[in-house]
């Protein structure tokens, strides 16, 4: 079993910044993809953001310029710097992993969310 824990959410006026984390643990291979979507009050969840293993990223329009994903493979955890906030970035954030288990098992993970809340 995988489990993703994230941290880091909170309340920041609108402006200021927040970094989330969020750490892989379980019978885990290798990790491929990992990033972070979030799901605003009514609205659908979105991406956010995702890194490869390589490093390559890819970020939504609403964030460029102000939000960066980065990955440690080392310690199984990406992070997401959120510069900038606006209120409209309020939101839960989730992470998701794409794992590759010891059995060589592929399957997408989902970390139970953190919520960021930014006043204006």
């Known amino acids: 079993q995988v489990q993703l824990v994230e941290s880091g959410g909170g309340e920041v006026q609108a402006g200021g910044s927040l970094r989330l984390s969020c750490e892989a643990s379980?019978?885990?291979?290798?990790?491929?993809?990992m990033g972070w979507n979030r799901q605003a009050p009514g609205k659908q969840r979105e991406l956010v953001a995702y890194?490869?293993?390589?490093?390559?990223?890819n970020y939504a329009d609403s964030v460029k310029g102000r939000f960066t994903i980065s990955r440690d493979n080392a310690k199984k955890t990406v992070y997401l710097q959120m510069n900038n906030l606006k209120p409209e970035d309020t939101a839960i954030y989730y992470c998701?992993?794409?794992?590759?288990?010891?059995?060589?098992?592929?399957?997408?993970?989902w970390g139970k969310g953190t919520l960021v809340t930014v006043s204006s």
């Open positions: 998701k992993a794409r794992v590759v288990s010891r059995s060589y098992d592929v399957m997408d993970y």
């Open positions: 379980g019978r885990i291979f290798s990790i491929n993809a």
């Open positions: 890194i490869t293993s390589e490093g390559n990223t």
